[in-house]
């Protein structure tokens, strides 16, 4: 295949997008265990800043917020119907923060 024009989309950088986010949440069930393994295998610094430094977007990760860190997730990494709401409550102004809206 062919390379594509020097000046086609493929070979421009992609701009962050205005109104991104990136939400790192909790997990729950087996907490520890699952956290430590997740720390080993995907370090936040390796992980999470890198895909936060090649988008440009803004960051929320439960850890540094402990009022989104509090939740239980039934199904490991979903809230139940009852706590997404005032999770939603909760993040909201951490959104419009890392919005700047």
């Given at each position: 295949?062919p390379?594509?024009?020097?000046?086609?989309?493929?070979?421009?950088?992609?701009?962050?997008?205005?109104?991104?986010?990136?939400?790192?949440?909790?997990?729950?069930?087996?907490r520890?265990?699952?956290?430590?393994l997740?720390?080993?295998?995907?370090?936040?610094?390796?992980?999470w800043?890198?895909?936060?430094?090649?988008?440009?977007?803004?960051?929320?990760?439960?850890?540094?917020?402990?009022?989104?860190?509090?939740?239980?997730c039934?199904?490991?990494?979903?809230?139940?119907?009852g706590?997404?709401?005032e999770?939603?409550?909760?993040?909201?102004?951490h959104?419009?923060?890392?919005?700047?809206?």
């Amino acid at each position: 295949m062919p390379a594509p024009p020097a000046d086609s989309k493929a070979e421009k950088k992609a701009e962050p997008a205005q109104d991104a986010e990136a939400l790192r949440q909790e997990v729950s069930s087996l907490r520890e265990q699952l956290k430590a393994l997740e720390d080993r295998l995907n370090p936040r610094t390796r992980e999470w800043e890198r895909l936060l430094k090649e988008t440009g977007v803004p960051g929320i990760y439960y850890e540094d917020y402990p009022e989104l860190s509090s939740f239980v997730c039934p199904e490991w990494s979903h809230l139940n119907a009852g706590d997404s709401v005032e999770f939603s409550k909760r993040l909201v102004p951490h959104l419009r923060n890392a919005l700047q809206l």
